[in-house]
């Protein structure tokens, strides 16, 4: 197996299993592999199996399985970016198989140009692995390399100490942090900085149906507002220019005019409490400002 390479990759995990044990140990399997994998771990209590899995693997430095109170997406990717022991952070989802030069093709990315974002290759279940497939057909599925305003959480790299510069991830993205990537890539092309499409390095998602932002339910049936904060809350960090203000406000009649509350109209008034409940709560936590990263080492958990 050839030298690990200088990048670290940090893995947020929440309520995951099997899977998560599977994605590591295919990450461990790379070659060349990651210098080191950090396991950002935010489940309270793991089955017997997980926990005798990832144990061994820590005491004997293969990972560094960090252990977090309080779930939060983009406070364990704050968190990942103030651990790493390396420049280079890859940042990858917790279910996932990964192609064989992933590593690699990341860290050579970054090699070719420096303080940039790299967004990797995203293959979804439903997406086979065709070649040549253009980015106006595939978005992050495709084979065609490029500069890119945005890019996916499951698969992407940047510079720990330009990303920590701009205050890192917002934490104020709670429950399924919808929006938060984009909110990020906002910032980060603003201050000067590009990102580049990089199909070389592909994982395939599996999308695990247990775990995850999954925990927070499926956002057509549910009446908790996990997943419309997030987009309430983007919309009013952005500058409100009027397409912006009309996209707040129309949501909730957006978020009804679907084929699910066509087909099923009780889901109806449902979903519109789960709306106005969103709203509520990104209003609060847009009048307190935003909670970016802070960036002296971290409290111990």
């Given at each position: 197996?050839?030298?690990?390479l200088p990048?670290?990759?940090a893995i ?5 299993e099997?899977?998560l044990l599977d ?6 399997n790379?070659?060349p592999p ?5 396991v950002?771990d935010?489940?309270a209590a793991?089955?017997a199996?997980?926990?005798?899995a990832l ?6 430095g293969?990972?560094?399985w960090?252990r977090?109170?309080?779930?939060s997406?983009p406070?364990?990717?704050?968190r990942g970016?103030l ?7 890859l ?9 064989p030069d ?7 990315a970054h090699r070719?140009s ?7 290759r995203v293959?979804?279940p439903?997406?086979?692995d065709g070649?040549d497939?253009?980015?106006r057909?595939?978005q992050f599925?495709?084979t065609?390399?490029g500069t ?8 992407f ?12 991830f917002?934490?104020n993205?709670v429950r399924?942090?919808?929006r938060?990537?984009r909110e990020?890539a906002?910032?980060?092309r603003?201050?000067g900085?590009?990102?580049r ?6 994982i395939r998602h599996?999308k695990a149906?247990?775990?995850?932002t999954?925990?927070?339910?499926e956002?057509?049936?549910t ?6 904060v997030?987009?309430y ?8 220019a009027p397409?912006?203000?009309r996209?707040?406000l129309?949501?909730?009649f957006?978020?009804?005019?679907t084929r699910?509350h066509?087909r099923?109209p ?9 709306e106005a409940?969103?709203m509520v709560?990104a209003?609060a936590?847009?009048?307190?400002g935003p909670?970016y990263?802070d ?7």
């Amino acid at each position: 197996m050839a030298s690990p390479l200088p990048l670290t990759i940090a893995i947020p995990t929440y309520r995951r299993e099997r899977v998560l044990l599977d994605t590591i140990a295919s990450l461990l399997n790379l070659d060349p592999p990651a210098g080191e994998i950090l396991v950002l771990d935010q489940t309270a209590a793991h089955e017997a199996g997980t926990e005798q899995a990832l144990g061994p693997w820590h005491a004997s430095g293969r990972i560094r399985w960090l252990r977090l109170r309080v779930p939060s997406i983009p406070a364990a990717m704050n968190r990942g970016l103030l651990e790493a022991s390396t420049e280079t952070v890859l940042f990858v989802d917790d279910d996932i198989v990964p192609f064989p030069d992933l590593v690699a093709a990341h860290f050579g990315a970054h090699r070719e140009s420096t303080g940039r974002l790299v967004a990797g290759r995203v293959l979804q279940p439903w997406d086979g692995d065709g070649a040549d497939s253009a980015w106006r057909d595939k978005q992050f599925a495709s084979t065609e390399a490029g500069t890119i305003d945005e890019f996916m959480g499951g698969n992407f790299s940047l510079p720990r100490g330009e990303a920590l510069a701009i205050g890192g991830f917002d934490e104020n993205f709670v429950r399924a942090a919808y929006r938060f990537e984009r909110e990020f890539a906002e910032r980060w092309r603003a201050s000067g900085r590009a990102i580049r499409f990089e199909p070389r390095a592909a994982i395939r998602h599996l999308k695990a149906s247990a775990g995850g932002t999954r925990t927070f339910g499926e956002h057509l049936t549910t009446i908790l507002p996990a997943h419309s904060v997030g987009d309430y809350y983007y919309l009013l960090r952005s500058p409100l220019a009027p397409r912006r203000a009309r996209a707040f406000l129309s949501r909730p009649f957006r978020s009804v005019m679907t084929r699910h509350h066509l087909r099923r109209p009780w889901w109806i008034p449902v979903t519109l409490v789960a709306e106005a409940s969103g709203m509520v709560w990104a209003l609060a936590l847009h009048a307190r400002g935003p909670r970016y990263c802070d960036a002296r080492s971290p409290e111990g958990t």
